[in-house]
């Protein structure tokens, strides 16, 4: 059974930090490409930051040099440093597990709230 549990989420003021944390486990972490989504009130999901198995990143525009993602394989644990934050980081941040194409294998976490307030 595959689980993604994510921790870390609360609320802070702007300009403050927090990091997130994806526990993964029933899959062979090391080999997935973990990301980051986020979805706001009233708005669709978005990606905000992935790293593939050989350590690659991609950030969303809007948070390049504010946000970091790492991942620990021998603790297979994905994490996301926010700094900076704004209030329009508002969202619900979603871990998410990818491998492969045909079939790919897709798992998500159940999500945790950041709320950034003014």
């Known amino acids: 059974q595959v689980q993604l549990v994510e921790s870390g989420g609360g609320l802070v003021q702007a300009g403050g930090s927090l990091r997130l944390s994806c526990a993964a486990s029933?899959?062979?972490?090391?080999?997935?490409?973990m990301g980051w989504y986020r979805q706001a009130p009233g708005k669709q999901r978005e990606l905000v930051a992935s790293i593939t198995s050989g350590g690659s990143t991609d950030y969303a525009e809007s948070v390049k040099g504010r946000f970091t993602i790492s991942r620990d394989n021998a603790k297979n644990t994905a994490l996301l440093q926010m700094s900076s934050l704004k209030p329009e980081d508002t969202a619900v941040y979603y871990c998410?597990?990818?491998?492969?194409?045909?079939?790919?294998?897709?798992?998500w976490g159940q999500g945790t709230q950041v709320t950034v307030s003014s």
């Open positions: 029933g899959i062979i972490f090391s080999i997935y490409t």
């Open positions: 998410n597990a990818k491998y492969g194409k045909f079939p790919t294998y897709n798992f």
